[in-house]
């Protein structure tokens, strides 16, 4: 009986993605973070929020299904967002996936909203040992990009989380409207982003 039922689901499936278009741009926004220190609070609340007005945001744990290749999935999601969120927070410079997300989004030359959680700018630094020594320069080079990036900053002992999160949403529309804009002036035609 159940597997009927799941056959039955598979063989609907199959027929319902033949019939919807794949989206040419995957994403709108990309949310890099530290997924211990922001999945659940930080990045979630934005990711939720962005899906509530029709937006179409990248969050590794919501996008990503069991089977997706990491890289590959993270990588084409990175080169085909128009925007860039970057969640920084005490154990960002910790992690290797961290850093290689923030390098591609700086190399793609994606304009980012840098977003500082408990944690100052002057603070981050690629810590020894995070990565091979051939990556150092590459992930140094676009911390101190984002860094230089005005963004937002965030106390989440303090701070008014609605109105954070209201103001990291309302700062993705306005730079999303800003690349809308400049799409024409860039490519040579008029075309729509969003």
């Not at 939720?48 to 937006?55: E, S, T």
């Not at 179409?56 to 919501?62: A, H, T």
């Not at 103001?167 to 002036?185: C, F, H, M, T, Y």
Request: charge should be positive; proline fraction near 6%; charged fraction near 30%.
């Amino acid at each position: 009986m159940q597997r009927s039922l799941a056959k039955n689901l598979c063989h609907h499936i199959v027929r319902h993605q033949r019939r919807v278009p794949t989206p040419r741009n995957p994403c709108d926004v990309f949310i890099n973070h530290r997924g211990i220190d922001t999945k659940k609070n930080v990045a979630g609340l934005i990711y939720d929020d962005l899906i509530r007005m029709k937006l179409r945001p990248f969050l590794d744990n919501k996008s990503m299904k069991p089977g997706d290749k990491l890289f590959d999935k993270i990588d084409s999601a990175i080169r085909n967002c128009k925007l860039g969120i970057a969640v920084f927070s005490p154990r960002y410079c910790e992690s290797y996936f961290c850093l290689h997300e923030l390098s591609l989004i700086m190399e793609s030359k994606k304009r980012v909203i840098p977003v500082f959680v408990d944690v100052k700018p002057s603070e981050l630094r690629v810590k020894n040992g995070v990565c091979p020594p051939e990556e150092v320069e590459r992930f140094s080079w676009a911390l101190q990009e984002a860094k230089f990036t005005v963004g937002l900053t965030f106390d989440s002992v303090h701070g008014d989380w609605s109105e954070f999160v209201k103001n990291a949403s309302d700062a993705v529309i306005k730079n999303l409207l800003e690349l809308e804009r400049e799409w024409p002036v860039q490519n040579g035609k008029i075309s729509r982003m969003l």
